[in-house]
T-cell receptor
Framework: AAGVIQSPRHLIKEKRETATLKCYPI?????VYWYQQGPGQDPQFLIS???????DKGSIPDRFSAQQFSDYHSELNMSSLELGDSALYFC??????????????FGPGTRLTVL | AQSVTQPDIHITVSEGASLELRCNYS??????LFWYVQSPGQGLQLLLK??????LVQGIKGFEAEFKRSQSSFNLRKPSVHWSDAAEYYC???????????FGPGTRLSVLP
């Protein structure tokens, strides 16, 4: 079965640079979520989109922005990168069509290292 | 706001032994509960979920979990652990349509040969 795809898998940037992470949800999934997982930490919710509109917002820094496109893929844009942004960034997708709540399926993550 | 606690930071069991990982949640309404497993450097894989109905749910890889409303718990169990089960296990709670999805701090499972 198709899974959530994230690219790139690894990314190395320097401080103050920008980064763009991409997420391709499972086909026919209408909702995308972004999480940040620091070393030894549990995943922290950043932001989510449903049908291309922002649906929920968590602890996303103002330096970050995200959007969901017409094909339902999503991009997380990160500017003025700081050392503390080094983390594993997960994307998850789900669909409301299945009813009965939400099950999020996670991608493999993008490991961002800021030097 | 909901929260999730996993009292055990690290558990070590011998291969073939039984396993129970604890999860307690705080939520005002009926929660949607999940267990995910994460191997080192890997993504999060869904083991099982509870939305409603039978309080004992079966998941993949031989795992099961039992929802106990009176104890606000959703403990994960496996009768016989395999070495490949060594990983980080996260309990999570969410509302309908993924709102306020919160992970617990995780329990690291080590398996002795």
């Amino acid at each position: 079965a198709a899974g959530v795809i994230q690219s790139p898998r690894h990314l190395i940037k320097e401080k103050r640079e920008t980064a763009t992470l991409k997420c391709y949800p499972i086909p026919r999934h209408d909702t995308v979520y972004w999480y940040q997982q620091g070393p030894g930490q549990d995943p922290q919710f950043l932001i989510s989109f449903y049908e291309k509109m922002q649906s929920d917002k968590g602890s996303i820094p103002d330096r970050f922005s995200a959007q969901q496109f017409s094909d339902y893929h999503s991009e997380l844009n990160m500017s003025s990168l700081e050392l503390g942004d080094s983390a594993l960034y997960f994307c998850a997708s789900s669909t409301r069509l299945a009813g009965g709540g939400d099950t999020q399926y996670f991608g493999p993550g993008t490991r961002l290292t800021v030097l | 706001a909901q929260s999730v606690t996993q009292p055990d930071i690290h558990i070590t069991v011998s291969e073939g032994a039984s396993l129970e990982l604890r999860c307690n949640y705080s939520y005002g309404a009926t929660p949607y509960l999940f267990w995910y497993v994460q191997s080192p450097g890997q993504g999060l894989q869904l083991l099982l979920k509870y939305f409603s109905g039978d309080t004992l749910v079966q998941g993949i890889k031989g795992f099961e979990a039992e929802f106990k409303r009176s104890q606000s718990s959703f403990n994960l169990r496996k009768p016989s652990v395999h070495w490949s089960d060594a990983a980080e296990y996260y309990c999570a709670v969410g509302e309908n349509y993924g709102q306020n999805f919160v992970f617990g701090p995780g329990t690291r499972l080590s398996v002795l040969p």
